[in-house]
Every structure is written in C-alpha cells, then in structure tokens.
C-alpha cells in the first residue's frame, strides 16, 4: 500500500533561507504526489503535485518538489522563505486506486526573522 | 474557481446534543465530497467518503451511526454528529472532488471547530 513518511515533524529557518521539508514515499510504482499547506485555523490549500509528467513540479508561492525515484522521495524546497511561509505542510499520496488521500504527518515550518 | 466551503466554522453545544457541520462546493460539482478530523497537531483522518446519492462509505474504527453523513446534492454534503460528546470535540474538514476532471486532485474547506462541553 502507498504510504508517504514526513520525516520532520518540526522545521525552522530564518527569513531569506532555503527551506526543506523531506518526504519520502512507500510505493510499489510511481504514485501520484501532493504537496498541501495548512496555515493556522484555515482550510487545506495544494500547493503542487506530481503525476509522472515531469519530475520537477512548480507550485504556488514558490515553492516546488522533485520526484526522485531512485530515492522515494519528493521533498519540497523554497529558495528564500517569507514570514507568510509558516503553517503546517502535508505530503500526500493517493490511496484506494486513487479514490483517497492518505496524508503524512505533517512538517511545522516556522520562520524566523 | 474550485472553492469549498463549510458552515459553521466553529461551533459550542453541549454534551449529548447533535451538531450539523455543512460542506458546499461553489462553483463545481462534486461527485464525492470526503470527510476528515484533525485532533489538535495531529495530520488529517479520512472519516467517510460521501458520494452523491448514495449511503457513505465510513473508514474503519468510526461509527456511522454517530456521524451521519447525507450528500444530497452534487454541491452540499452534510455531517451530523449525532448526540456529541466531548472526545468528539475536533476540527471537521471537508474536501471535495470535481465531477468533470478525472483526476485525484480534492478542494478542502476551511474546517469547521467543535467544541463540546
């Protein structure tokens, strides 16, 4: 069954810093993939995803993820964090044939000035 | 375009009254809306999928008797938690998928906070 591991449950950095916040898949092919922001008391936004086209996905506020297969991993990077880049992030895949999403535990980034 | 979203965004009642959350989609139609929980910094739990029409198809471990779920549109689902009780108390989000895309991609609304006393 496909499963994704977000192996930081807490990341910091400061301001104008790359971000990174790793996942790794379980799959017996290549999955889809999400990546979803939650930010404080507010609904799930997607803020990329990677379905085999290309492995480099760029998403929304700059962020994007690439999907290495020799690695099962598509962890998602931002070359300069913004305070606003704060909240909770998701790595996501698909479950079910595709009818669910079974959701990672989630990466707290916190940026500081 | 695919906006979700979920009234009330937060609500109190007391212990054994029943609470009705509800999931809209705006502007698409949704062939299977789903229902998550999130305990406090905790990720999501899918609770039941809902599709149009038919009875809701509820993930392991809950009842389908305490949550009931009623999709009774291609744009409204609905969840009642029937005679709540305070581990009850969590935050409710719906997600919907768009009928016209075949695709895995699900819109999330903003959640709804339950508080039972």
């Known amino acids: 069954a496909q499963s994704v591991t977000q192996l930081d449950s807490h990341v910091s950095v400061s301001e104008g810093t790359p971000v990174l916040l790793r996942c790794n898949y379980s799959?017996?092919?290549?999955?889809?993939l999400f990546w979803y922001v939650q930010h404080p008391n507010k609904g799930l936004q997607l803020l990329l995803k990677y379905t085999s086209a290309a492995t480099l996905v760029k998403g929304i506020n700059g962020f994007e993820a690439e999907f290495k297969k020799s690695e099962t991993s598509f962890h998602l990077t931002k070359p300069s964090a913004h305070m606003s880049d704060a909240a909770e992030y998701f790595c996501v895949v698909p479950t079910g044939g595709g009818n669910k999403l079974t959701f990672g535990t989630g990466t707290q980034l916190k940026v500081e000035l | 375009g695919a906006v979700v979203s979920q009234h009330p965004s937060w609500v109190i009642c007391k212990s054994g009254t029943s609470v009705k959350i509800e999931c809209r989609s705006l502007d698409f139609q949704a062939t299977t809306m789903f229902w998550y929980r999130q305990f406090p910094k905790q990720s999501l739990m899918l609770m039941a999928t809902?599709?149009?029409?038919?009875?809701?198809?509820?993930e392991q471990g809950v009842e389908k008797d305490k949550f009931l779920i009623n999709h009774a549109s291609l744009t409204l689902s609905t969840l009642t938690v029937t005679s709540a009780h305070p581990e009850d108390s969590s935050f409710y989000i719906c997600?919907?998928?768009?009928?016209?895309?075949?695709?895995?991609?699900?819109?999330f609304g903003p959640g709804t906070r339950l508080l039972v006393l």
């Open positions: 799959s017996s092919y290549s999955p889809s």
């Open positions: 809902s599709n149009e029409g038919s009875k809701a198809t509820y």
């Open positions: 997600s919907a998928r768009e009928l016209r895309l075949a695709e895995e991609t699900q819109y």
